[in-house]
């Protein structure tokens, strides 16, 4: 859990970040499951690693986060600030530790006397319910932030149904199609994605075929392939295979 946790201050990406957290948070989850608290363990994998760093990763997916943070500072001084504060916290975690006195431990058993979910929820719900009313509205905030994080500022109008119809229609003398292009040839030997469908009118369709094979210059004619058909069929003349009594067909 501590090389984990170290980890959060030496890798560069934010989801080799949230990696780290899900390995301190499966380590936390053995702990309690190791001092007699197998519910909290439980909730431990399932609400916070399995649930809450699942948002994190998909906020994160979102918004994007750039790999490289930037070193330009935008208020002067405040990396002397931040260190100041930073020493003082510790100062006063030392002093707070030194100071601390630790009875001897009791145990779980009177905890796990009515199950453990049972004296858990009577501690949550009757002593620190304010608490976990603020935890459950900070969580939806975060959620919402991240909804509004990945907001687009539209720079135009929404275009309606009937503009984008319209703009079809327009762009019928540049070769533009209304209805969606026709699937590529199938034949009885083949179904071949780089022969082009055949119209109405038995002309092929070029554009049927994709347009990364035309580009690489795979496309193949519909005469190539049923001059091969043909050629298939008359190699398989009548004589040639006999049928299941061994008589010729």
Known sequence: MVIAAAGLLVVRRAVHAAVCVVFVMIGLAVLYVAQEAPFLGIVQVVV???????LFLFVLML??????DSLTETI????WIGVLLGAGLAAVLLGVVAQATFPPSAGLAEANAVT?????????LQHYVVAMEVV??????AALAGLVLTHRRRLGKKPTQRA???AKVALLPTGRHL???PAPGVYAQNNAMDTPALGPDGRPLEHSVPRV?????????????????????????????????GEDR
């Open 116 to 124: 453990n979910p049972v004296a858990l929820a009577r501690v949550l």
């Open 63 to 68: 918004v994007g986060v750039d790999a490289a």
């Open 48 to 54: 916070y690693t399995g649930a809450v760093m699942m």
């Open 164 to 166: 984008l119809a319209d």
């Open 76 to 79: 002067r001084g405040q990396r």
């Open 213 to 245: 094979l035309r580009i690489r210059g795979q496309q193949r004619s519909a005469t190539e392939l049923l001059t091969a058909e043909e050629t298939l069929v008359q190699r398989i003349e009548p004589g040639s295979r006999p049928d299941e009594n």
């Open 179 to 181: 209805t969606p292009l």
């Open 136 to 141: 459950g509205i900070l969580l939806v905030t």
